[in-house]
Protein backbone atom coordinates (compact mmCIF):
# COMPACT_ATOMS: atom_id res chain seq x y z
CA UNK A 1 0.00 0.00 0.00
CA UNK A 2 1.18 3.49 -0.99
CA UNK A 3 1.42 5.79 2.22
CA UNK A 4 3.22 8.80 3.88
CA UNK A 5 3.16 9.16 7.71
CA UNK A 6 3.73 12.30 9.41
CA UNK A 7 4.84 12.26 12.57
CA UNK A 8 6.83 15.18 14.88
CA UNK A 9 3.91 17.70 15.69
CA UNK A 10 3.10 19.24 18.95
CA UNK A 11 3.09 22.27 21.21
CA UNK A 12 5.79 24.65 21.60
CA UNK A 13 6.61 28.35 22.43
CA UNK A 14 7.15 31.10 20.05
CA UNK A 15 10.58 30.88 19.10
CA UNK A 16 11.16 27.40 19.90
CA UNK A 17 12.08 24.60 17.12
CA UNK A 18 10.22 21.11 16.07
CA UNK A 19 11.40 18.83 13.22
CA UNK A 20 8.60 16.90 11.37
CA UNK A 21 9.50 13.52 9.86
CA UNK A 22 7.79 11.95 6.40
CA UNK A 23 8.04 7.77 6.17
CA UNK A 24 6.87 6.55 2.65
CA UNK A 25 5.89 3.36 1.82
CA UNK A 26 4.59 1.79 -1.23
CA UNK A 27 6.57 4.05 -3.94
CA UNK A 28 10.08 4.70 -5.52
CA UNK A 29 11.28 7.32 -3.38
CA UNK A 30 14.04 8.44 -4.48
CA UNK A 31 12.22 8.93 -7.78
CA UNK A 32 9.66 11.67 -6.28
CA UNK A 33 9.66 15.47 -5.22
CA UNK A 34 8.41 15.59 -1.40
CA UNK A 35 6.65 18.69 -0.45
CA UNK A 36 5.30 19.91 2.65
CA UNK A 37 2.12 21.93 2.95
CA UNK A 38 0.05 23.44 5.86
CA UNK A 39 -3.60 24.34 6.89
CA UNK A 40 -4.85 26.56 9.09
CA UNK A 41 -8.26 26.67 10.35
CA UNK A 42 -10.88 27.79 7.98
CA UNK A 43 -7.76 28.29 5.54
CA UNK A 44 -6.93 27.23 2.31
CA UNK A 45 -4.04 24.20 2.07
CA UNK A 46 -1.12 26.16 1.56
CA UNK A 47 2.91 25.52 0.18
CA UNK A 48 5.78 25.51 2.85
CA UNK A 49 8.19 23.79 1.02
CA UNK A 50 9.76 21.44 -1.06
CA UNK A 51 13.10 18.65 -2.30
CA UNK A 52 13.50 17.50 -5.42
CA UNK A 53 15.19 13.94 -6.09
CA UNK A 54 17.74 15.83 -8.28
CA UNK A 55 20.30 17.20 -6.59
CA UNK A 56 18.22 17.23 -3.96
CA UNK A 57 16.96 21.10 -5.00
CA UNK A 58 15.18 22.98 -1.87
CA UNK A 59 12.56 25.88 -2.78
CA UNK A 60 10.34 27.42 0.78
CA UNK A 61 7.65 30.06 0.83
CA UNK A 62 8.66 33.15 2.02
CA UNK A 63 7.20 33.12 5.05
CA UNK A 64 9.71 30.34 6.06
CA UNK A 65 12.45 31.13 4.02
CA UNK A 66 15.65 31.55 7.19
CA UNK A 67 13.54 29.34 9.51
CA UNK A 68 12.51 25.73 8.02
CA UNK A 69 14.73 23.39 6.58
CA UNK A 70 13.62 20.65 4.06
CA UNK A 71 15.67 17.38 3.52
CA UNK A 72 15.23 14.23 2.56
CA UNK A 73 17.11 10.70 3.52
CA UNK A 74 16.33 8.60 0.43
CA UNK A 75 17.86 4.83 2.04
CA UNK A 76 14.84 5.81 4.84
CA UNK A 77 12.62 6.53 2.58
CA UNK A 78 12.13 9.76 4.69
CA UNK A 79 11.65 13.58 4.46
CA UNK A 80 12.23 15.87 7.28
CA UNK A 81 11.30 19.82 7.80
CA UNK A 82 13.41 21.36 10.59
CA UNK A 83 11.38 24.19 11.66
CA UNK A 84 12.77 26.94 13.62
CA UNK A 85 12.13 30.32 15.60
CA UNK A 86 8.15 29.31 15.25
CA UNK A 87 5.83 31.84 15.67
CA UNK A 88 1.76 31.69 16.56
CA UNK A 89 1.13 32.20 12.52
CA UNK A 90 2.47 28.98 12.03
CA UNK A 91 0.13 27.08 13.45
CA UNK A 92 -1.37 24.65 11.14
CA UNK A 93 -1.89 21.12 10.75
CA UNK A 94 0.79 20.00 8.32
CA UNK A 95 1.43 17.58 5.41
CA UNK A 96 3.77 15.98 3.64
CA UNK A 97 3.37 14.94 -0.14
CA UNK A 98 5.02 13.35 -2.86
CA UNK A 99 5.03 14.27 -6.67
CA UNK A 100 6.35 12.61 -10.02
CA UNK A 101 7.40 16.63 -10.94
CA UNK A 102 9.76 18.86 -10.96
CA UNK A 103 8.30 20.42 -7.98
CA UNK A 104 4.94 22.18 -7.55
CA UNK A 105 3.65 24.76 -5.66
CA UNK A 106 -0.09 24.11 -6.21
CA UNK A 107 -1.68 20.96 -4.45
CA UNK A 108 -3.16 19.94 -7.25
CA UNK A 109 0.51 18.71 -8.48
CA UNK A 110 1.00 16.30 -5.79
CA UNK A 111 0.06 12.81 -6.31
CA UNK A 112 0.46 11.29 -2.59
CA UNK A 113 -0.45 12.83 0.57
CA UNK A 114 -0.39 12.15 4.32
CA UNK A 115 -2.84 12.33 6.62
CA UNK A 116 -0.94 15.16 8.61
CA UNK A 117 0.50 16.40 11.82
CA UNK A 118 -0.81 19.20 14.23
CA UNK A 119 1.46 22.12 15.03
CA UNK A 120 0.46 24.71 17.49
CA UNK A 121 2.67 27.41 18.70
CA UNK A 122 1.85 29.62 21.52
CA UNK A 123 3.02 33.47 22.30
Known amino acids: QVQLVESGGGLVQAGGSLRLSCAASGLTFSFYTMGWFRQAPGEEREFVARVRWIGEDTYYTDSVKGRFTVSRDNAKRTVYLQMNSLKPEDTAVYYC????????????????WGQGTQVTVSS
Open 97 to 112: AASRSMGPVLPTGYDL
